[in-house]
């Protein structure tokens, strides 16, 4: 689950983290009197979508004075008028896709002299198993183009968990970032700061672009951009009421309402499928004979009636789906308990594409007969390699 950069900041502000004083505002009319309360001359007017990239993005239909999703304004005036031509349009960055998000919130802060822009960040390294500091010295709005082009300024650091962070991770940064004097003890205290933020709290992504040098030399936090470990937020109220459902894939927000494994993908066939390893090898047996998967899902082993009817309508809902395939194995459930959970749904939510079922496993003739006697327009399945042949060619005929 990602967060707001001013839920981030509030985080690491409640940490002792150095940010700077900001208000977020929901409306443009808040935005005067919230810069009111902030110290000039400089403020920065931020939109807040779960993307990156958005000082460098645009809105959607262009109006005149259009300068992205990060603004500079010299007067509280000033950040009121950038607030009210930002908030309820919609910004592209490299990260959003053409789609773009809607601005819904606004996040106005002091603003900053700049000496040096640094890049920083913490994340579970599968490769060490273990958290990495990763940092650079080319912080700023082009980290992507540096590790493409220039990999070797990008620099990473594993702790150890048995000894857990320590002063000399921080001085070892601190000296690849090119820190020095005082900068060096404060940068010590600030990853020391992040590491335990991001244990305390089950992240699996902390990022901060930039961590800047300010004009007097002392370290702060600019931008920051935090990811948690859904699988721990049982344990995190505080982090789980921070979720803005409007950021999230409203097909992928109604999945997770019923417990569904479910990615949306940008093909055209609708794929419902037990187990996570059978929804992979039906997604790659979709691609060899020449359609693309319009989504990931995995009802799970013991899926009922309801889960199966659930997974149809969020399948149906997506416009892009021309045609939906059913692979189940039952091995814990039985075949002609989903014959009969997928009958259902289909007579619940309507049909309107071709529906391939491919059943295996125990009670599979029952099963097969419950789905031929149905009277549904279904296309029965014999193994994975004929569904998938089936549903490309009721496809794409
Ligand atoms: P994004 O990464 O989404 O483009 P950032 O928050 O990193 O958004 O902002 C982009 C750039 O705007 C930063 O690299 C920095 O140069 C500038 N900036 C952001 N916040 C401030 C601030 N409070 N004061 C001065 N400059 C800022
Ligand atoms: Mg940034």
């Avoid at 960040?121 to 500091?133: E, G, K, N, P």
């Avoid at 900068?183 to 205290?189: I, S, T, Y």
């Avoid at 997604?283 to 009802?299: R, S």
């Avoid at 309507?350 to 031929?372: A, D, F, M, S, Y």
């Amino acid at each position: 689950m990602n967060i707001h950069e001013y839920q981030a900041k509030a985080l690491l502000r409640d940490y002792g983290a150095p940010v700077s004083d900001g208000r977020v505002v929901l409306q443009s009319d808040q935005a005067k009197t919230a810069a009111g309360e902030l110290d000039g001359p400089l403020w920065v007017v931020k939109a807040q979508i779960h993307a990156g990239g958005r000082g460098k993005g645009h809105f959607k239909e262009a109006e005149a004075g259009d300068k992205g999703g990060v603004r500079l304004a010299k007067s509280v005036e000033e950040a009121e008028a950038m607030a009210k031509q930002m908030l309820g349009r919609t910004l592209v960055t490299h990260q959003t896709g053409p789609a773009g998000k809607q601005v819904n919130r606004i996040y106005i802060e002091a603003g900053s002299g700049i000496e040096r822009e640094l890049y920083l960040a913490l994340l579970v390294d599968r490769q060490t198993s273990r958290v990495s500091f990763v940092c650079s010295t080319e912080g700023g709005m082009d980290i992507e183009d540096v590790a493409a082009n220039t990999p070797e300024k990008i620099l990473s650091f594993s702790v150890d968990p048995a000894t857990g962070y320590q002063a000399f991770h921080g001085r070892r940064i601190a000296f690849a970032l090119g820190l020095k004097g005082p900068q060096v003890k404060q940068c010590v205290a600030l990853m020391g700061t992040l590491y335990k933020l991001f244990l305390d709290k089950d992240m699996e992504m902390l990022e901060i672009n930039p961590l800047i040098v300010a004009e007097g030399g002392d370290l702060k936090v600019l931008d920051a951009k935090f990811g948690f470990d859904g699988n721990a937020l049982y344990r995190h109220a505080d982090i789980a009421a921070l979720r803005d459902e409007t950021e999230e894939d409203p097909k992928e927000l109604a999945a997770s309402k019923y417990d569904l494994n479910y990615v949306a993908l940008d093909g055209e066939i609708g794929c419902m499928v037990n187990g996570a390893g059978l929804a992979m090898a039906t997604m790659d047996i979709i691609k060899l004979y020449g359609a693309e998967p319009a989504n990931f899902l995995d009802v799970g082993g013991g899926a009922t009636k309801e889960k199966v009817t659930e997974a149809f309508k969020i399948i149906t809902s997506d416009p892009n789906v021309k045609g939906i395939l059913v692979n189940i194995f039952g091995g814990i459930m039985r075949c002609d308990i989903i014959a009969e959970g997928v009958i259902a749904a289909v007579k619940e939510v309507g049909l309107k594409v071709p529906l391939v079922v491919r059943l295996e496993g125990t009670n599979v003739e029952k099963g097969k007969e419950i789905i031929r006697n149905s009277g549904l327009n279904v296309i029965a399945a014999d193994n994975l390699s004929d569904a998938a042949q089936k549903v490309v060619k009721a496809v794409k005929g």
